[in-house]
């Protein structure tokens, strides 16, 4: 799998958008970006994925570059309740042997009154 | 549509003893996957569970055993308890096993004594 890069920590202020960054330089061209989320010790939430186009769905929008490199996770009015660790996974899909998700250790997104 | 369940919810164990988690997997899924969870880490994948066979295993020592049944729900095993063995488990079931994205459910926090 190819690896991802994102920043510690973030901040936002409730009501305004979050956008969390992820660099996966070494993406290869069958290659899914998939965002996560954790709220304190509760199980991984699924955000939503994609292979190249912008993807939109209820809970946030993707937006992966051109180039693939990076990507970013909008969330577009961010509440208290987002606050979570966000985690950006690549991997292959579909077929091959990439069964599971390599989980780095995220963005913990802190949403301020 | 019910989403992934797990029990117990917590557990304490002591050193040497035997555990066994409990999966049931969301309508319409017949994959699982167990992931182990250390204090600030990301989740760690253990194994994956498909037509009652293992489908792939992560970097987890053969202490480390599962089980799953004909209704797609899975148990994990896990023997001779250490203390790093203290963490939060994880089950995530899926339609397929390597094309389809991963439903998480809450957990099962175990600490070892």
């Known amino acids: 799998d190819a690896k991802t890069t994102q920043p510690p920590s973030m901040d936002c202020a409730e009501g305004r958008a979050a956008n969390l960054p992820c660099n996966h330089s070494?993406?290869?061209?069958?290659?899914?970006v998939y965002w996560y989320r954790q709220i304190h010790s509760q199980g991984p939430q699924y955000i939503i994925h994609?292979?190249?186009n912008n993807e939109t769905n209820e809970m946030a929008s993707l937006i992966i570059t051109e180039d693939r490199k990076s990507s970013t996770l909008i969330l577009p009015h961010a509440t208290l309740r987002d606050t979570a660790v966000y985690y950006c996974?690549?991997?292959?899909?579909?077929?091959?042997?990439?069964?599971?998700?390599?989980f780095g250790k995220g963005t913990l997104l802190t949403v301020n009154p | 549509e019910t989403g992934v369940t797990q029990s117990p919810t917590h557990l304490i164990k002591t050193r040497g003893q035997q555990v066994t988690l409990r999966c049931s997997s969301q309508?319409?899924?017949?994959?699982v996957s167990w992931y182990q969870q250390a204090l600030g880490q990301g989740p760690q994948f253990i194994f994956q569970?498909?037509?009652?066979?293992?489908?792939g295993r992560g970097n987890f020592p053969p202490r480390f055993s599962g089980l799953q049944f004909p209704n797609y729900s899975s148990e994990l095993n896990v023997n001779a308890l250490e203390l790093d063995d203290s963490a939060l488990y994880l089950c995530?079931?899926?339609?397929?096993?390597?094309?389809?994205?991963?439903?998480f459910g809450p957990g099962t926090r175990l600490t070892v004594l």
């Open positions: 070494t993406i290869s061209g069958n290659e899914y």
């Open positions: 994609g292979l190249k």
């Open positions: 569970y498909y037509r009652e066979e293992e489908n």
């Open positions: 996974i690549v991997r292959v899909q579909p077929g091959g042997s990439n069964y599971k998700l390599t």
């Open positions: 995530a079931s899926s339609r397929e096993p390597s094309t389809d994205t991963q439903y």
């Open positions: 309508s319409g899924h017949n994959t």
